[in-house]
């Protein structure tokens, strides 16, 4: 059987966090967008990658058809993501949806550059 949430909670979860739900409750994808300045530098990598670092599975980050290992400061560093770029977040494990809420929140405070 199918676990699915409710037809009004799940709208109200995807209008503002744009996050997907899979079957899987440890599976989860969002989007951010770079809001500073200088993009993707070293400081904001390395940001990423140390929580990224904490997700107990697998954690990507990238543009469709460009998703690198956001465990990697070189794989983030190469996405070369300037300010405006709209980037995806995808994770699973067990506490990927708690990683992933801390890492948008670097974005959304950019990176508090």
Same mark, same amino acid.
């Not at 993707?40 to 904490?54: F, Q, W, Y």
């Not at 996405?79 to 709209?86: D, K, M, N, P, Y």
């Given at each position: 059987?199918? $676990? ?11 209008? $503002?966090? !744009?996050?997907?739900?899979? /079957? $899987?409750?440890? /599976?989860? @994808? ?6 500073? %300045?200088?993009?993707?530098? *070293?400081?904001?990598? *390395?940001?990423?990658? %140390?929580?990224? *670092?904490?997700?107990? =599975?697998?954690?990507?980050? =990238?543009?469709? =058809? !460009?998703?690198? !290992?956001?465990? *990697? ?9 300037? /300010? ?28 508090? @550059?």
């Amino acid at each position: 059987m199918k $676990d699915t949430l409710t037809p009004a909670l799940d709208a109200s979860l995807n209008k $503002d966090s !744009n996050q997907t739900f899979s /079957q $899987d409750p440890n /599976q989860v @994808e969002k989007k951010v967008i770079v809001k500073n %300045k200088a993009g993707l530098h *070293s400081r904001p990598s *390395s940001m990423i990658v %140390k929580l990224a *670092s904490l997700v107990e =599975g697998k954690i990507y980050i =990238g543009t469709e =058809g !460009n998703m690198v !290992n956001a465990k *990697s400061i070189m794989g983030v560093m190469t996405l070369g993501a300037g /300010q405006g770029t709209e980037l995806l977040l995808q994770a699973e494990g067990s506490n990927a949806a708690e990683i992933v809420e801390k890492i948008c929140t670097l974005f959304h405070n950019r990176f508090t @550059e």
